[in-house]
Nanobody
Framework: VQLQACGGGLVQAGGSLRLACAASGRTFSRYTVAWFRQAPGKEREFVAAIHWSGYPTYYVDSVKGRFTISRDNAKSTVYLQMNSLKPEDTAVYYC??????????????????WGQGTEVTVSS
């Protein structure tokens, strides 16, 4: 499956952004999808994941209560709603997908398909 991430931008601390990951090429409804991010000078880290069925979802502790991952299989799109953004959320955000249900989780090596990334900058 091919993935295209969009929705990044520049926002002030406390603001919101909604990222979208649009898929094409395969039956997207059977894909588990995750968001990862990579800040300058840091390793890529897991942010959130959603099972192909829409449940469960899984978040890194630092975004719990602020970010929400959701999906619209009819549109082959997964969203990451990001509220109460902080400067430390600044990073390039990547979506990733895999069609093996048991790969749901935070391990980036389990995801076969990756989007190109969208940049999020949060100013203080």
């Amino acid at each position: 499956v091919q993935l295209q991430a969009c929705g990044g931008g520049l926002v002030q601390a406390g603001g919101s952004l909604r990222l979208a990951c649009a898929a094409s090429g395969r039956t997207f409804s059977r894909y588990t999808v995750a968001w990862f991010r990579q800040a300058p000078g840091k390793e890529r880290e897991f942010v959130a994941a959603i099972h192909w069925s829409g449940y469960p979802t899984y978040y890194v502790d630092s975004v719990k209560g602020r970010f929400t991952i959701s999906r619209d299989n009819a549109k082959s799109t997964v969203y990451l709603q990001m509220n109460s953004l902080k400067p430390e959320d600044t990073a390039v955000y990547y979506c990733a997908a895999d069609d093996v249900s048991s790969h749901f989780g935070r391990d980036s090596k389990k995801y076969d398909s990756w989007g190109q990334g969208t940049e999020v900058t949060v100013s203080s």
